[in-house]
Every structure is written in C-alpha cells, then in structure tokens.
C-alpha cells in the first residue's frame, strides 16, 4: 500500500521545527516529526498512521549535539538524532557502564535500519517490544524535549502510557537522551521468529553487585520486559527475588519465574498469554547470566 496524502516540510533547527508543529496544529494539521523514518514510514504505506503533514528533521544532523554520544561524569548523553549504528560502533565512548546499550543494538532490525533510525525516534515512537523504550527504563533515562515553553525533562519511567503513547506532547522535539544508571552488569535478549522482527517478548537485566565482596549476595538488580503489557514495564517482585540473593542458576531461574508468576501478558497473533509467560522465564534467566558472566570477564 502507499501513504495517505500529506504534506512536507523541512525543518532547518530545532526552534523551527517547533514553530512548525504549533503552526499547523493551530491550522487544524496533524504534523508529524520524521527523523529516520524507519517506524513512521512502514505505518503510512499501511496506513495505520495518517498525519496530515510531515516535518523533516533531517537538516538538524548538522547540528552535532543533535548526533552526539559522549559521557559527562556518570551519565551518558546520546543526541536525539544519532543512529542504532552510530550507538553500536561508539563503544569506546560509552565504557562497561554503559555498553549494555551497544550490545542490545544487534536486536534493533536488520544493518539499514541501524543505519537510519534514530534513538529519540524509537523512544517517542513508543513500541511496548522496542530495545530503546526497554534501556531506557532499565539505565533511568531522561529525554529532554524542547517545546514552545523552553525544554523539559521526563524521566523514563513518565514515559510510556501505552500502545504507542508517550509523554511528548505534539508540539516538542526531543533534542536529547540522558542515561543517568551506569550498568556494568547488564544485559538485554530477546525472543523473535525471525532475527530482525518485532520481538516477541524481550528482557533487559541488570544486577547490582558489591565490588569489593563480588562473590557474595547480590545488593540489588532491575528487571524489564517488552511484548507483555500495552508499554514496557519493570518487575519489581522479579527485582525482589535478586536482592540478596547469590547469583546463580538457580537464583536466576527463581527470579525468571517471578516474572512470568507477576504478569499477565495477551494473547494475540503472535502468541498467547501463557506462550509469552514461558519466553519471559526464559529469556529473564538468560538475560540475568549473561549480564553476571559479562562482569565476572570483564
């Protein structure tokens, strides 16, 4: 299929792109922001989106705060228009804190999506199996958005609503993704009939651990998953289960259970409820030793 009609335009900076945005929805438009297009453009040929007017943002790769990745003390701070591609390859930059999120970029499609689709545009985007929406929950991220009133910041867990829905009102562009939890043992998986496709249920794990008694029990951990809940979600009785608890296989095969014991995900084309409950115990305790094995290497 093809896209409904809309109209076009282009965006030169970020205080344009917002001028934009107030000026057509004050026109009776529904804009929409297209970055990389890798999300948007799918949904229009199906037609499953049909915003009136699209307003490019590629000109803002010039600015390069818009396209950076850099640390600053024990945050990471990845500009809003900066590619999976651009993340998976800048491992150098984001240290063992943080390359949870360069490894997780392997689930992200297939290399020429990686290679033109955006960070802000997966997180606002909002997909419940999306690995972005999922790092972003687990390492407490804060997008910043700029809008008519000045820039604002949403922590992650304010997020995601829903199918599709996030706390970025209509008229903002989000500029920026701060990740705010340093993570040296953590670890995301996934589960999709074919590599590239939309997970199934996907799992992001980190522990936390005391790094001078790195034998002994486990001072806490954090659990999130995708595809069981309308967004991304945490699981605290699965959390629960790690908090001092010796790490393991069986301490992770308890804390799997717990997950798949607290939620109640659907059923639909992809699989039933109980289908997705018998991945989450899976991939949690995959997820869970490769994010213990990966600080025990490193």
Request: negative net charge; glycine residues 10%.
């Amino acid at each position: 299929m093809k896209p409904a009609a809309f109209s076009y335009h282009r965006a030169h900076d970020v205080a344009d792109a917002v001028g934009l945005l107030g000026e057509l929805a004050a026109a009776g438009e529904e804009p929409k922001l297209i970055a990389g297009g890798q999300s948007l453009i799918p949904m229009m040929n199906f037609r499953l989106a049909r915003p009136t007017v699209l307003v490019d943002m590629g000109l803002l790769r010039r600015d390069p705060a818009m396209s950076s990745i850099r640390r600053d003390g024990s945050e990471l701070r990845i500009g809003a228009l900066s590619t999976h591609r651009a993340v998976e390859t800048a491992g150098h930059t984001l240290g063992p804190e943080f390359d949870v999120i360069s490894r997780a970029m392997r689930w992200v499609g297939h290399l020429p999506i990686r290679s033109r689709g955006t960070v802000a545009g997966s997180i606002v985007h909002g997909d419940a199996t999306a690995e972005w929406c999922l790092l972003a929950l687990l390492l407490d991220a804060v997008i910043v958005a700029e809008g008519p009133n000045g820039q604002r910041e949403i922590p992650a867990a304010e997020m995601f609503y829903g199918f599709y829905a996030t706390a970025v009102e209509p008229d903002e562009v989000v500029v920026e993704v701060r990740f705010t939890r340093p993570a040296p043992r953590a670890a995301l998986t996934e589960f999709a009939r074919r590599h590239g496709d939309f997970a199934t249920v996907d799992a992001a794990v980190a522990l936390d651990a005391d790094p001078v008694a790195e034998a002994g029990p486990l001072t806490g951990g954090r659990v999130v998953l995708g595809g069981v809940a309308p967004a991304p979600i945490r699981v605290p009785e699965a959390e629960a289960v790690l908090a001092g608890g010796v790490p393991g296989p069986d301490l992770f095969t308890a804390c799997g259970e717990a997950a798949a014991a607290a939620i109640d995900p659907p059923d639909d084309a992809a699989g039933t409820g109980a289908y997705r409950r018998r991945l989450t115990r899976t991939l949690v305790a995959q997820a869970l030793h490769e994010a213990w094995e990966k600080g025990v290497t490193r």
